[in-house]
């Protein structure tokens, strides 16, 4: 498959850690919008853990973000400040241009499509009428969504456009030319992370695949992602 190195779609997806886990995928989209702010590339939202992101070269640089990311802290929503552990999974990927994606069949008995009222943009639409789609494939359990749009078929089209690059982009990693013999990827949970933040009883993040450890946490959560990435090449 062909991709557009130069436009990615990140999805932050909370995973084991409950509203823990929710916030924690809020603030990690938080720190990827950051980044790409500082390095003044565009981005546009298209729902509320999905974000597409344009840039020289933006594939290359955030492609090794893929995985779980385990966060430990004081939980916000514990009231007696117990330390919780959250996880949340990160995908990153190129965009698969149109000409590509035509080739890319689904069948229908493999997807379960729903659709639900829109909490993010969408002007006169949101929270009236149900124009936010989310697709499932159900296979493999790989989730899209979409609510950009103001009608529900160009979201339905931005999911599936969405759902197709995952595929593809699977297909690929795993060397498959059939999209029939994908299974169930990683969850986020204990045993999968590829790095993890503590903000208490000391602050750290490390990177499970390189060992680099740096203690300037709050400042990676802010954005300045390029004191980890220039470490993992």
């Known amino acids: 498959m062909n991709f557009n190195s130069n436009i990615i779609i990140i999805s932050v997806l ?3 850690g409950g509203d823990d886990a929710k916030d924690w995928a809020q603030m990690l989209l938080k720190m990827y919008r950051r980044y790409a702010d500082l390095k003044k590339w565009k981005t546009e939202i ?3 853990t999905t974000t597409e992101i344009r840039g020289e070269g933006v594939y290359e640089k955030l492609k090794n973000e893929c995985g779980v ?3 430990v802290r ?3 929503f514990d009231a007696k400040r117990l330390r919780h552990t959250s996880f949340v ?6 965009e698969l241009p149109a000409i590509e994606a035509v080739h890319i069949k689904i069948p229908e008995k493999d997807l379960k499509i729903e659709f639900y009222r829109s909490g993010g943009p969408g002007g006169q639409n949101v929270n009236k009428v149900e124009t936010a789609v989310r697709v499932v494939h159900l296979p493999t359990g790989l989730v899209s969504a979409a609510q950009a749009e103001r009608s529900q078929s160009a979201n339905r089209e931005k999911a599936l456009q969405l759902l197709k690059a995952k595929l593809a982009k699977l297909m690929e990693e795993r060397h498959e030319k059939e999209i029939a013999n994908l299974k169930v990827k990683v969850k986020p949970e204990w045993g999968h992370e590829i790095r993890s933040y503590v903000l208490y009883p000391y602050k750290q993040v490390k990177d499970h695949r390189t060992g680099e450890k740096i203690s300037r946490v709050e400042e990676v959560l802010d954005g300045n992602l390029d004191i980890l990435l ?3 090449k």
């Not at 999974?89 to 190129?94: M, S």
């Open 14 to 16: 909370a995973g084991a």
């Open 89 to 94: 999974l990160v995908e990153v990927l190129p």
């Open 69 to 71: 990311h385990r966060l």
């Open 46 to 48: 298209i729902n509320d």
């Open 74 to 76: 004081i939980s916000p």
């Open 230 to 232: 220039e470490k993992i």
